[in-house]
């Protein structure tokens, strides 16, 4: 789906990314994982056209990012951002309305099939029944969810998500993460991510990509890839690992 | 899509009532002032026969209300746009120094060429972009700091007023002048002059206002959804800084007014800008006319220039505005 070829970035003189290459599978989920400064979010930037990389190319399905226009890239490839910000009393409704934009204009009137993708985006993400409601009203989820129901009216194959749950409840992350878990098995939607908490990537990703320093430590599905070595290597601090039931537990407490 | 509509619906319908007020302010001040006169008399003058004191309001106090209209709502306006694209409700062409260079291009090319006068604005134009480009320039570090563009705005600003003020002395010369904003002097050929540059700006914002709302979400999220957002700000800045040049060659610099007008806009009719945009545009003539006419007759036969009643007023009330409403406007 999505392919990094070498890719080079830096902040002034602070290098960030070092001769990167990776790909990322198609219909599923991956989650970028590792220490603070390691470069995930950094990645994510150039992977949406908000960076231009110093050298090295991203192909999404085969075209090079710099030979696509934004609106190309907005109607295959949709992101949530982590910090998200919309006036008050605009409706949510209005909002995901905006997810329509690849296809018209700011200027231009929205057809019968945006509205339709619209009310589909909305009801997906179980936010039908706040559609009227002004964003200020909404709880950190429902603002989320709603961000979320945007992206999806963008009706992209591909979803990158900057750190979804970080200003979230648990409560919150975890209806989150399952909600995006479903988009994943039953849209075949391919979600790339950034998260903080590795046990959550642990627990909802079909790959980790563990990215230190810059460059790519280890990528493959978490229980393979992930030990307590991997743990060390990527955030620095030894932590015991459990695993039950096939399953990868980090003790992070 | 009901609420919407209801929405809609009540922001045009508060602009009819706003445009109502206007007629009925227009007609009080074409009236009122040192010369008195009747409706009849007025009616009479203009229309059926000659009559000096008729003409008199004609030629001076006809272009000074249509003036006002003019220039409030091109200020209004241009406030407006800059507190989208820059993010920050404190924007204000006045406080950010875009009215300053304005106003200095337009000092230096009235004293060397005087004969340039129906091209002032335009020379206003490029004064407000180049203050505009550097104050833009000087506070871009990875991205905009809505504090950083106020504290480089007024640093800016500071300068230009300084250097308008050298220039006033040195040129020893009356007209128009860095210090002095009023909406006294003025005739049928500023009115021209105003309203070809401001015809512009207004239709511009009204077609450019879905873009003002996208402006109201991070800048990241707006380029996912595939808009160039450094070219739409750009846009936007340039119809925000043409408004602005307009009124500042024709009638100096006038505070608060682009401050205080988008504010009270927002408190009435929300945050939408299709319909913030038109509103905006009357609530700023209507009260710029108004300050105006009151500036007129409250110390009659003495005048207090629109600027003055615009500070002592506006001051107090966007204070009141301030601590009413913080979250409203951003604030935290």
């Known amino acids: 789906m999505v392919c990094v070829e070498n890719l080079t970035f830096a902040y002034d003189a602070q290098p960030v990314l070092r001769n990167v290459s990776l790909t990322l599978q198609k219909g ?41 226009s934004l609106k190309d890239l907005a109607r295959r490839a949709a992101i949530v951002h982590q910090k998200n910000t919309a006036p008050d009393d605009l409706t949510v409704r209005r909002l995901v309305s905006y997810g329509r934009l690849p296809y018209t204009s700011p200027l231009r009137s929205q057809t019968g099939k945006d509205r339709e993708k619209i009310e589909w985006a909305l009801s997906v993400t179980d936010m039908s029944e706040l559609g009227e409601k002004p964003m200020g009203t909404l709880s950190g989820g429902q603002r989320q969810r709603a961000f979320l129901s945007m992206a999806l009216a963008q009706d992209t194959k591909l979803l990158y998500l900057d750190e979804p749950t970080t200003f979230l409840d648990v409560r919150y992350q975890i209806e989150l993460l399952r909600l995006i878990r479903r988009l994943n098995r039953e849209l075949g939607l391919t979600v790339v991510m950034v998260l903080h908490d590795i046990n959550q990537a642990l627990c909802h990703s079909d790959e980790v990509i563990g990215l230190k320093d810059g460059t790519v430590y280890c990528q493959g599905a978490p229980e393979k890839v992930i030990d307590a070595d991997a743990v060390r290597e990527l955030y620095g601090i030894d932590l015991e690992i459990r695993r039950e039931n096939n399953r990868l537990w980090v003790m992070t407490v | 899509m009901k609420t919407t509509h209801k929405e809609l619906t009540r922001g045009v319908m508060s602009c009819f009532v706003l445009a109502a007020l206007i007629c009925l302010l227009t007609f009080a001040a074409m009236k009122l002032g040192s010369i008195s006169v009747t409706y009849g008399e007025l009616f009479r ?17 006809f272009p000074r209300i249509i003036v006002a209209l003019l220039g409030g709502a091109a200020l209004s306006c241009s406030g407006l746009l800059f507190q989208a694209v820059l993010k920050n409700p404190l924007a204000d062409p006045g406080i950010i120094g875009i009215s300053g260079g304005a106003s200095l291009v337009t000092g230096i090319v009235s004293a060397l060429f005087p004969t340039l006068y129906f091209s002032l604005p335009l020379f206003a134009f490029f004064g407000g972009v180049g203050a505009f480009a550097i104050i833009y320039s000087l506070s871009w570090k990875g991205g905009l700091d809505p504090v950083r563009i106020i504290l480089v705005g007024i640093a800016v600003g500071a300068v230009f007023t300084g250097l308008g003020e050298v220039l006033d002395a040195v040129s020893n010369r009356t007209g128009v002048s860095m210090s002095v904003s009023g909406l006294t002097q003025l005739v049928w050929g500023d009115v021209s002059v105003l309203a070809v540059y401001t015809a512009v700006g207004l239709v511009l914002s009204l077609v450019l206002a879905p873009v003002c709302n996208l402006m109201a979400l991070e800048d990241e999220t707006v380029r996912g959804l595939g808009l160039n957002i450094d070219l739409l700000r750009l846009i936007v800045s340039l119809a925000a800084v043409l408004l602005v040049s307009g009124v500042t060659a024709v009638v100096g610099v006038v505070g608060f007014l682009a401050l205080i007008v988008p504010h009270m806009a927002r408190r009435v009719v929300g945050s939408e800008h299709r319909i913030l945009v038109p509103f905006c545009i009357l609530l700023g003539g209507f009260i710029l006319l108004l300050a105006d006419t009151v500036g007129r007759l409250i110390a009659a036969p003495y005048e207090i220039s629109a600027a003055v009643v615009m500070s002592v007023v506006g001051g107090p009330f966007f204070i009141i505005l301030l601590r009413k409403g913080g979250k409203h406007l951003g604030l935290r």
């Open chain 1, 28 to 68: 599923a989920i991956t989650t970028l994982i590792g220490a603070n400064g390691c470069g995930k979010t950094t990645l994510l930037k150039l992977m949406t056209k908000n960076l231009k990389p110093d050298s090295g190319r991203i192909r999404l399905e085969g075209t090079d990012l710099r030979s696509m």
């Open chain 2, 45 to 61: 003058g203009l229309f059926v026969e000659y009559d000096i004191r008729v003409a008199t309001i004609y030629d001076l106090r």
